[in-house]
Structure formats: structure tokens, C-alpha cells
């Protein structure tokens, strides 16, 4: 999706870390994969406290936010739990990195619920 945009955007990738996991437990093939992503941030959150903030509820939930900081799109960038490829969401993001039109402002999200130590339950 990133490589159609042809001025990248500040990417920060947020990995919840549930609580009682070992340290090294975010060591993975996607962390891998999320490392390459050029220009990319990538960050521990112990026991979802930063998704909490950021409202965000399921693994793979994907927040756009424009250059004076207002939420431009919430939702999901694959077309199923697990797997990669375009879907509507993608083609909403790049539309608003590239100035085109875009026909909505979120995208069905496909994941697994975080958890949140503010609640201590799956939202």
C-alpha cells in the first residue's frame, strides 16, 4: 500500500504485548515484516494501554491521521483475518496520501480483540 504513495507518511506500528508474556515475546516473523516497512516505528505496548487511547479494539486496526492531527481514517487494510491485499480500506488510505477522492473514512477491521489492562476483559 506504501509503495503507492509517493510521499511517505510517518508509519508508527504498535505490537501489544499482553501482560504475563515474556520480553522477547514480540520477537516474531511479523515483527520482522513490520520492521521493513520503510521509515517505519515500530513500539511495545505493554497490556494495550496505548491502543486504549487510540480507541483501537482489533489486531491489525489501522488509524490515519492528517497533518493537522485529525482522525482521517479508522478501519482495516486487508481483506480478511490473516491475510494480505488490497481492500476498500487500502484504497481509502492511499486515496488520502495521494489527494484523491476517497468515498469513506473507515474500513471493516479483520483480527483478533486486544486486550486492555484499563478494563481487564477483551473490549
Known amino acids: 500500500m506504501l509503495a503507492r504513495v509517493p510521499e511517505q507518511p510517518a508509519v508508527h506500528i504498535l505490537f501489544v504485548r499482553p501482560e504475563g508474556m515474556e520480553p522477547d515475546w514480540h520477537e516474531s516473523a511479523l515483527w520482522r ?29 489501522t488509524l490515519l491521521y492528517d497533518r493537522d492531527g485529525r482522525l482521517s481514517f479508522h478501519g482495516g487494510i486487508t481483506p480478511a483475518r490473516g491475510h494480505e ?10 486515496a488520502r496520501l495521494t489527494g484523491g477522492s476517497s ?10 480483540a486486544l486486550m486492555h489492562e484499563t478494563s481487564g476483559s477483551e473490549p
Do not use: K, M, W, Y
Request: proline fraction near 4%; hydrophobic fraction near 35%; include cysteine.
Open 33 to 61: 515484516q513490520a520492521r521493513e516497512i520503510p521509515g517505519s516505528v515500530l513500539e511495545l505496548d505493554d497490556g494495550g494501554r496505548q491502543a486504549a487511547l487510540f480507541g483501537a479494539h482489533t489486531s491489525g486496526e
Open 103 to 112: 468515498d469513506g473514512p473507515d474500513g471493516a477491521v479483520f483480527g483478533c
Open 85 to 94: 491485499g488490497d481492500n476498500v480500506g487500502a484504497e481509502r488510505i492511499v
